[in-house]
């Protein structure tokens, strides 16, 4: 799976550069976010930009980091969400758990806001 | 003039790196129905995502059994389409144990549960889900009506 790894303002920014999240490759995604919360980046923002496509695995996935990272008070932001993509998360009501912001400059914005 | 009638047969490896051709041709199956009147992207969406939930449940369930014959290591897939519904049957060749009535009528998600999302698309993206016991194997057959 191709994923890129940014720091930005304290948080790490993980981008998925796959158009589809399946079985095939959920797995190296959980793990992915698993071991940066492991490694104290307990604050993750996902960019979704680039996905087409994202089964129950994938959205397992995202929900076993958001448990991982709230268990360590951190969080699993999501951002750039196509629309197909969105209505899964509204169709499971994972709109409700996760934090969703249009993109990058708003997600970071509503963190510092929050700080201050 | 009505719709034909169209099957298409597939048998895969039980390998999750099929996923992808499965859900495409769930996709392309939306494009060629000739009079659908609903959201054509969203049914694209959808029967993708339930192919590759019924597939993944079947790989799973295969690789849950220690199967020596060649056959038993393939997921079959048959697509029915016809004027007023898609039917879904993907056989598998597992013990069968984790999928149940209850399970396919789940109408909520439990967000504690990461794994029941795939089988909870089914059931709230199809008309009717279904998984019975056959002599070699077991059969998840899903139903959406047009």
């Known amino acids: 799976m191709r994923l890129v790894e940014e720091k930005i303002n304290g948080f790490t920014l993980l981008s998925i550069e796959e158009e589809r999240i399946d079985a095939h490759n959920s797995e190296e995604l959980k793990l992915t976010i698993l071991h940066l919360i492991e490694d104290g980046e307990i604050n993750i923002i996902v960019q979704l930009k680039n996905v087409r496509f994202i089964d129950g695995s994938g959205l397992g996935a995202l929900l076993s980091g958001h448990k991982n990272a709230s268990s360590k008070s951190g969080k699993i932001i999501l951002i750039t969400i196509q629309p197909q993509v969105f209505s899964m998360f509204e169709l499971t009501r994972l709109d409700r758990v996760f934090e969703i912001y249009a993109n990058l400059d708003e997600a970071i914005n509503c963190q510092l806001e929050r700080l201050i | ?146």
Do not use: C, W
């Open chain 2, 1 to 146: 003039m009505s719709q034909s009638t169209i099957q298409i047969d597939v048998l895969i490896p039980t390998q999750t790196k099929y996923l992808d051709l499965i859900g495409h041709i769930g996709e392309r199956v939306a494009k060629v129905l000739d009079h659908y009147q609903g959201d054509r992207d969203a049914l694209a969406y959808h029967l993708n995502l339930v192919l590759t939930e019924a597939t993944t449940y079947a790989i799973k369930q295969s690789h849950a059994t220690e199967n020596t014959n060649a056959i038993e290591n393939n997921v079959r897939i048959l697509i029915k389409i016809e004027a007023d519904s898609v039917n879904i049957k993907v056989y598998d060749h597992g013990i069968g144990v984790n999928l149940n009535t209850e399970t396919l009528q789940q109408t909520e998600l439990d967000h504690t549960k990461e794994n029941n999302i795939g089988l909870f698309f089914i059931k709230k993206l199809m008309d009717s889900a279904t998984y019975t016991q056959l002599d070699d194997g077991n059969v998840l057959e899903i139903i959406k009506y047009l």
